[in-house]
């Protein structure tokens, strides 16, 4: 992202001592006297967290949770009862509904030339073989001519799997290459993955379809599902999005498995397999938002927004996407419950269901509030891993360095020490549920954290697992946003929304303000 002005700041390194924090500056020390409710919420973040106990209940307990199945609804009503075993307002709030589906149990064995259980997984919404386990040839997709070539070769998918995926010409990371093989080595791998991305995408375009309508073609000429392998470029992670057929199974196949399967057929030896999925089709089934609230004492109708989204895919059990920020904003309402319950305005927690097929819950929330959302101060949003926040971006707000810089000198400087910050900065396009706040000109911030191998390591991936958490990293979320949320809601008056004035003139840089968006708010699947 490419902005004309930036303007950062970072608090100075301290060490804390009691329920103050020295650090040095200019050859000197001096203290910063924290507020007594910011120590109360430091005390109780750190000696009374409930995340550990939040994060087993939410990621073993329920587990993954796509819209649409069971799991999700089970997240609501656990998140709705949580919040008031703690004393807060707290409900479902329909804003949708869509395709009805729960997992199964997922077989996949290779039975020739010997027999071999494969690692993999149906696809979300994928349909079962309804109890069935069957058996059938593997074959590749062919080197096509052109799309009346892939036509004519369609009739030969009858009674077989078909391997849709690129063929990985390595297992290995990236960083593992660079840190063992020889540079010349290195280089060459990556030519040749290169090529092989450039070949495979150009046989794709022949066909004439593109690789997420081509299972649906696979499908009606009779196969009998369709294999892929979505590595994700790290060492046993794959990434497990949404099925694209309608009535034959879609199963995605760990690299080295699947890699298996594709050396034998190309070079003759034609490998079977036998598949048995025994998920289920529920149906149309509501879709939710959970909403919770500490009312407000003096202006209950003006609102500070906590903000991230309880859906997630469901290769893992949705840890880092989004359970930290689900857990996270859940532990600042207990702490703020705890340590301040009459705020002046009224703090409210949406925990968002599907955000990943497009922000649709908060979208839904936007259009389907008005009065809400006219008179929300801030919105604070979690949404991209366990690591401690290090951006905050001022979303195309032009007086947000003002009172964002304000509520953050609250904050104990080892919160914050860290933590770069970009003015105005420009406002998101749909990447997490500030987005959506944003569009209707509201001052929303995503809380941008540390990666910690997010993208390739558990981002949609089946490693995106409870152990993945960093506990330490969330209590600082956890403590900033409660700090900045306090803060936002004793203000003496909502502030300033006045928005940048986005680049023109015919730039690769050229913008404009993101419109409001509607939801989605009947689906099928991906």
């Known amino acids: 992202m490419t902005l004309q002005r930036k303007l950062r700041f970072a608090l100075c390194a301290v060490s804390i001592t009691a329920c103050a924090t020295t650090f040095a500056q200019y050859g000197g020390t001096r203290t910063q006297q924290l507020d007594p409710v910011v120590e109360k919420i430091v005390k109780e973040a750190n000696e009374n967290s409930q995340l550990e106990n939040l994060a087993f209940q939410l990621l073993d307990v329920v587990g993954p949770r796509l819209v649409g199945t069971p799991q999700m609804n089970k997240a609501n009503d656990w998140a709705v009862k949580t919040f008031q075993s703690w004393g807060l307002e707290a409900e479902k709030q329909q804003f949708g509904e869509w395709r009805g589906w729960e997992r199964g149990v997922s077989h996949i064995d290779m039975t020739s030339p010997r027999l071999k259980t494969l690692a993999g997984t149906q696809l979300a919404w994928s349909p079962s073989t309804k109890g069935k386990a069957i058996e059938g040839e593997v074959i590749v997709l062919p080197t096509f001519k052109d799309s009346a070539d892939f036509v004519a070769w369609l009739p030969k998918v009858k009674g077989k799997y078909v391997m849709t995926s690129m063929y990985q010409p390595t297992g290995r990371p990236d960083h593992d290459w660079e840190k063992y093989a020889r540079p010349e080595s290195f280089e060459q791998m990556k030519k040749e993955r290169d090529s092989l991305v450039q070949v495979y995408n150009g046989n794709i375009s022949k ?73 289920k089709d529920l149906g149309t089934v ?47 309402a207990r702490v703020l419950k705890a340590v301040f319950p009459n705020p002046k305005r009224t703090i409210l927690i949406g925990l968002w269901g599907s955000e990943e097929q497009g922000l649709n819950g908060s979208r839904a929330f936007v259009l389907d509030n008005p009065e809400i959302i006219e008179k929300t101060q801030a919105v604070f949003n979690l949404d991209n891993g366990t690591g401690r926040v290090e951006n905050i971006n001022g979303s195309g707000f032009v007086h947000a360095y003002d009172f964002i810089g304000r509520w953050m000198q609250a904050v104990p400087n080892h919160i914050t020490k860290d933590i770069k910050t970009t003015f105005p900065g420009s406002p998101g396009g ?36 409870y152990d993945k958490l960093v506990f330490d990293d969330l209590r600082y979320n956890v403590i900033l946003t409660a700090v900045m949320a306090y803060k936002a809601a004793q203000e003496d008056k909502l502030v300033d929304r006045e928005q940048r004035v986005m680049p023109t003139g015919g730039g690769r840089g050229d913008s404009s303000w993101p419109a409001i968006r509607q939801p989605r708010r009947t689906g099928v699947g991906y």
């Open 207 to 279: 066909t004439g379809y593109s690789a997420n309508s081509i299972p649906g073609k696979l499908e009606e000429a009779g196969a009998l599902g369709v294999l892929s392998s979505f590595w994700s470029r790290e060492f046993g992670a794959n990434k497990i999005f949404g099925a694209r057929t309608s009535k034959v199974p879609s199963v995605d196949i760990s690299l080295e498995d699947y890699g298996l399967l594709y050396r034998l057929a190309k070079n003759g030896i034609i490998p079977k397999v036998k598949i048995e999925t025994s998920s």
């Open 430 to 465: 749909g990447g997490s549920d500030h987005a959506s706040f944003v569009a209707a000109g509201i001052p929303a911030f995503m809380l941008s954290s540390l990666s910690w191998g997010y993208f390739n390591n558990t981002w949609h991936t089946n490693l995106d697992t």
């Open 286 to 332: 509501p879709s939710f938002n959970t909403i919770a609230q500490i009312k407000g004492t003096e202006l209950p109708n003006e609102y500070v927004i906590l903000s991230a989204h309880l859906d997630s895919w469901e290769g893992g059990s949705g840890a880092t996407d989004n359970g930290t920020g689900t857990l996270a904003m859940m532990e600042v």
